[in-house]
């Protein structure tokens, strides 16, 4: 896959100068393609960059749809426990003020682990 995205970008690019090469010169401040496309070069590294992403999040993506389902099962768990708090039955009051904590901290994992899912 890197090596099809790398050389059809080099042959796009290949191809405009040769078309814009008939109708007016290169700058003589631009790099030559073989710079840009050389290993270590600015646009293979950005090239490859890129590459290395899209592949992260082919193999994350699963991973993350996940922790995002059970972040948002947590929450809609944590609204409707708050209903509880207003009980008349204050063994069950606390039950809920119990669980409200609980649920506030799985929260806070969830997200933390889907922030650093989105950063790797």
């Known amino acids: 896959m890197r090596g099809g995205l790398l050389w059809g970008a080099a042959r796009v690019l290949w191809a405009g100068r040769a078309v814009g090469a008939a109708r007016r010169p290169l700058s003589c401040s631009s790099p030559p393609l073989e710079e840009l496309f050389a290993r270590g070069g600015p646009l293979r590294t950005f090239l490859e960059r890129q590459a290395g992403s899209e592949a992260q999040l082919r193999v994350k993506g699963p991973e993350l749809v996940a922790v995002t389902k059970l972040l948002s099962e947590k929450e809609r768990e944590l609204r409707e426990t708050e209903h509880l708090l207003h009980d ?17 901290k799985e929260i806070t994992q ?11």
Do not use: G, S, T
């Not at 008349?88 to 506030?104: F, M, S, V, W």
């Not at 969830?110 to 790797?120: A, T």
């Open 88 to 104: 008349e039955n204050e063994d069950l009051r606390k039950l809920a003020e119990n669980e409200i904590i609980l649920c506030q």
């Open 110 to 120: 969830l997200k933390h682990q889907k922030k650093l899912m989105k950063v790797i």
